[in-house]
T-cell receptor, first 112, second 110 residues
Framework: SQQGEEDPQALSIQEGENATMNCSYK?????LQWYRQNSGRGLVHLIL?????REKHSGRLRVTLDTSKKSSSLLITASRAADTASYFC????????????FGQGTRLTINP | DTAVSQTPKYLVTQMGNDKSIKCEQN?????MYWYKQDSKKFLKIMFS???????INETVPNRFSPKSPDKAHLNLHINSLELGDSAVYFC?????????FGPGTRLTVL
């Protein structure tokens, strides 16, 4: 069964605005990761947040994790045209630490 | 230099044929994976090898057979291709927990 589910499925904003994407999951996890996929390319790791962390920052990225609600959010501040891509959350469960389960992704479009 | 490489990038073939996709990583990682991404962008793990040993084998038809000649290579052989096999196949490697993905192989079965 699908573990992560992203919301919204598609998001279109103006350059300079902030973009927020959400992810929900079903089982207990070790870590939650966010990946970016540019059109026609492989996935690129962005940021990882551990199950005992609540918030993490990396450059213009901010990730939150709420294990009680089994949800995470990815915030991209001051968006740029180059941020246009699909964004996926991925979880690894306590039972299968090396097995990542991906959501269906949020397609983000930044309009210049 | 490319960290995780796959060949070919595109593969167009007829139903019933047998084809292989090759993957190589130069990161020194112990674990490699095959994923399938369907037309709706849903990415699902198929197989995982750790140091040449199969550790994850999801519900994948027997027509799909991975082979790991050494820990830097993980190839995927597909027998008797079907229309539903059309997808993008990604190889990845990991030293856990972060995974590094190859550029993908777009397989089209006609």
């Amino acid at each position: 069964s699908q573990q992560g589910e992203e919301d919204p499925q598609a998001l279109s904003i103006q350059e300079g605005e902030n973009a927020t994407m959400n992810c929900s999951y079903k089982t207990s996890i070790n870590n939650l990761q966010w990946y970016r996929q540019n059109s026609g390319r492989g996935l690129v790791h962005l940021i990882l947040i551990r199950s005992n962390e609540r918030e993490k920052h990396s450059g213009r990225l901010r990730v939150t994790l709420d294990t009680s609600k089994k949800s995470s959010s990815l915030l991209i501040t001051a968006s740029r045209a180059a941020d246009t891509a699909s964004y996926f959350c991925a979880t690894d469960s306590i039972q299968g630490a090396q097995k990542l389960v991906f959501g269906q992704g949020t397609r983000l479009t930044i309009n210049p | 230099d490319t960290a995780v490489s796959q060949t070919p990038k595109y593969l167009v073939t007829q139903m019933g044929n047998d084809k292989s996709i090759k993957c190589e990583q130069n990161l020194g990682h112990d674990t490699m994976y095959w994923y399938k991404q369907d037309s709706k962008k849903f990415l699902k793990i198929m197989f995982s090898y750790n140091n040449k040993e199969l550790i994850i084998n999801e519900t994948v038809p027997n027509r799909f057979s991975p082979k790991s000649p050494d820990k830097a290579h993980l190839n995927l052989h597909i027998n008797s291709l079907e229309l539903g096999d059309s997808a993008v196949y990604f190889c990845a490697s990991s030293q856990a927990p972060e995974q590094f993905f190859g550029p993908g192989t777009r397989l089209t079965v006609l």
